[in-house]
């Protein structure tokens, strides 16, 4: 049961522009909302997170943009560049779960294009 | 560098064999997370440890086992490996829990099954 739903699979995007990827979640237990990039070969690292008692975080060119209502949450990228071209995983977090299990999302590789 | 170690990057072994794959945690953090990364699954949870204890389980295979050690490294066993086992596995750690204390993960382990 896939319990965060992420889109698109696969972005490009010119040098320049605005990278906007999207994530939706069923568990209203979720509690905290985590962005994490990774580069090939590389392990994924934390990039920005979000909590539920904001609707938005900026750090940055990278700004997530939370929904609670909708039960969305969106990762977007301002003026992106090639050295932004990677895998980008949202994830979400209930800490009342008595586990610390993060839940990703399925992933979206952005390439940006010069 | 994130400071979690593992080991080893690359292992080619085959069908119906065991391995294990090791991971030393970054310095303090009590946490041990096991994920499974393949291409059309994305990011899957296996199981997490906490202080030499099992915390949560995930979609870990009963031929898959862990353990976390005194020392908190953690070890990952594969046993009668399938074609389907082939992935990228991860390790990540974390202080405490993910919403206070970001994951920080290794650079994997490449498993190839033949």
């Known amino acids: 049961q896939q319990q965060v739903k992420q889109s698109p699979q696969s972005l490009i995007v010119q040098k320049g522009g605005i990278s906007i990827i999207n994530c939706a979640y069923e568990?209203?237990?979720?509690?905290?909302f985590p962005w994490y990039q990774q580069f090939p070969g590389k392990g994924p690292a934390l990039l920005i997170a979000?909590?539920?008692?904001?609707s938005e975080k900026k750090e940055g060119r990278f700004t997530i943009s939370f929904n609670k209502s909708a039960k969305q949450f969106s990762l977007h990228i301002m003026d992106s560049q090639p050295g932004d071209s990677a895998t980008y995983f949202c994830?979400?977090?209930?800490?009342?779960?008595?586990?610390?299990?993060?839940?990703f999302g399925k992933g979206t590789k952005l390439s940006v294009i010069p | 560098d994130s400071g979690v170690t593992q080991t080893p990057k690359h292992l080619i072994t085959a069908t119906g064999q065991r391995v294990t794959l090791r991971c030393s945690p970054r310095?303090?953090?009590?946490?041990v997370y096991w994920y499974q990364q393949s291409l059309d699954q994305g990011l899957q949870f296996l199981i997490q440890?906490?202080?030499?204890?099992?915390?949560a389980k995930g979609n870990i295979l009963e031929r898959f086992s862990a353990q976390q050690f005194p020392d908190l490294h953690s070890e990952l066993n594969l046993s009668s490996l399938e074609l389907g086992d082939s992935a990228l596995y991860f390790c990540?750690?974390?202080?405490?829990?993910?919403?206070?204390?970001?994951?920080?993960f290794g650079n994997g382990t490449r498993l190839t099954v033949t």
């Open positions: 990540a750690s974390s202080a405490v829990a993910p919403n206070n204390s970001p994951l920080h």
């Open positions: 310095s303090g953090d009590l946490s």
């Open positions: 568990n209203t237990a979720f509690d905290y």
């Open positions: 994830a979400a977090y209930a800490s009342g779960a008595g586990s610390y299990q993060l839940t």
């Open positions: 979000i909590r539920p008692d904001v």
């Open positions: 440890y906490y202080n030499g204890e099992e915390r």
